[in-house]
């Protein structure tokens, strides 16, 4: 009789610096539940692994004197040691700078745009450069990052975006008529202060720094670091 598949993932960790208790938890959490689930007979794929692109470690190489790449391939190892050390029984480690990851994003980021779901733009906002994001105005808490509580200053840059507020209503009907993401409270918190208020497109390149996944038919763009990592 043929398995069913089972498929869990902990976050894919930034490794600008060492791992921390919290990056145990959601890993131990991850184990429990993928060793569970082989007990009971699935076919188990447990991921882990770090997401290495991005303007914060760019500058983390910079202050080093290393390339990023050389910075990251040091980082990573107390990662890897660490889960070995725990014993961890996840099936693949990803890195975004694996050769394959890179090529896969970049076939999906050009499928995306020839289909007409990502267009080219400017992007000017209120920006967060370590948590390297943008926020609008509204979305400042005292006039600075929601996230992280850091000051914020004016940018823009051309960038590509994902044409998300096109699926709105489809994305509401989805959290509210399902159970796809739990616990409700989480339900809520998206409806209310994403999508009621105006689903934004969603910004999925920069040029702001080089760090990244190329786009490989407009040079100068890299992937955007959370799209990158989501492929």
Same mark, same amino acid.
């Given at each position: ?65 290393? @390339? ?6 040091? &980082?990573? $190892?107390? %990662? +890897?040691? *660490?889960?070995?050390?725990?014993? !961890? ?7 975004? @700078? ?6 896969? &994003?970049? $076939?999906? %980021? +050009?499928? *995306?745009?020839?289909?007409?779901? !990502? ?113």
């Amino acid at each position: 009789m043929e398995k069913k598949p089972f498929y869990i993932t902990t976050p894919i960790y930034y490794p600008s610096g060492n791992p921390h208790i919290g990056h145990c938890y959601t890993t131990v959490a991850c184990d429990s539940i993928a060793r569970y689930r082989r007990m009971q007979g699935y076919d188990v794929m447990f991921l882990t692994g770090t997401d290495e692109h991005g303007l914060k470690i760019e500058q983390k190489a910079a202050e080093k004197g290393v @390339t990023p790449k050389e910075y990251v391939d040091e &980082v990573v $190892k107390p %990662f +890897k040691k *660490l889960w070995s050390y725990m014993n !961890i029984s996840y099936d693949r480690y990803i890195r975004t @700078t694996d050769d394959y990851h890179i090529e896969t &994003v970049q $076939k999906i %980021f +050009k499928a *995306l745009y020839d289909k007409g779901y !990502i267009y080219k733009g400017e992007y000017k906002g209120k920006y967060c450069t370590p948590c390297e994001s943008f926020w609008t105005e509204s979305q400042l808490v005292d006039g600075k990052c929601p996230d992280c509580g850091r000051e914020v200053h004016d940018a823009s840059e051309e960038a590509y975006f994902f044409r998300l507020s096109k699926y709105a209503g489809r994305v509401r009907e989805l959290l509210t008529t399902t159970d796809y993401l739990q616990p409700k409270s989480r339900v809520n918190e998206m409806v209310n202060n994403f999508i009621d208020p105006g689903l934004e497109d969603l910004c999925v390149s920069r040029t702001s720094f080089s760090w990244g996944v190329p786009v490989d038919f407009d040079p100068g763009h890299v992937v955007y670091v959370w799209v990158d990592a989501l492929f």
